[in-house]
């Protein structure tokens, strides 16, 4: 089986580290670090799930240790731990935040997984990572990026992302993160 000949609109859960329990339902699902101590929990509705977006800036490239970065946004109240929470540690910096706050990166001590980052400039929120949800399939529907930010750094070799939204920059997170229709509509102001 591969995530192309799956089913669609049906969980896909391949061999993907070391745990083999991941689940996905109607309004919920797990996301697990590559060793498997770390389980969360968390929503792929609204409002728990605020949004979803790629990003290119240089923070990402470097913590993530690849060439961009998938996110999905979910509220603190709505998210918790299946599992591991003692193992997160916690690395925060504010030299390279454009918003000049701090930012906090979430990882698996044992085996290095960012988990999720927070940030003071988005209080009650978890920044997650699309790589460590359990379900391929929910990943590449439900979680597919809605915004792209830092198009004016990515590498040029990256397709074109079909996105609703495109930033040359950081977004302006008021105005636009969660502002959307895609997974509750919300009546219009
Ligand atoms: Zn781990
Ligand atoms: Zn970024």
Redesign the pocket.
């Known amino acids: 089986m591969s995530l192309a000949a799956a089913p669609k609109n049906e969980p896909y859960f391949p061999l993907a580290g070391l745990a083999d329990d991941g689940w996905s339902n109607d309004t919920e699902a797990t996301a697990t670090c590559y060793c498997g101590k770390v389980q969360m929990k968390f929503p792929h509705e609204a409002p728990g799930l605020v949004d979803t977006f790629a990003?290119?800036?240089s923070?990402?490239k470097s913590f993530s240790a690849t060439s961009f970065?998938t996110n999905f946004v979910a509220l603190d109240s709505h998210t918790s731990f299946v599992r591991g929470e003692e193992l997160l540690t916690e690395f925060s910096q504010s030299k390279t935040i454009g918003s000049g706050g701090w930012m906090k990166q979430h990882f698996c001590k044992v085996c290095g997984t960012l988990m999720f980052r927070t940030g003071e400039v988005a209080p009650g929120v978890r920044i997650m990572r699309v790589g460590t949800v359990d379900d391929h399939m929910l990943a590449q529907t439900k979680l597919a990026p809605r915004i792209e930010?830092?198009t004016k750094d990515k590498f040029s070799w990256i397709g074109p992302l079909d996105t609703e939204i495109k930033c040359e920059a950081s977004m302006d997170f008021g105005a636009v993160l969660g502002k959307t229709d895609r997974w509750a509509p919300k009546a219009k102001a």
């Open positions: 990003c290119s800036c923070d990402c970065a930010q830092y």
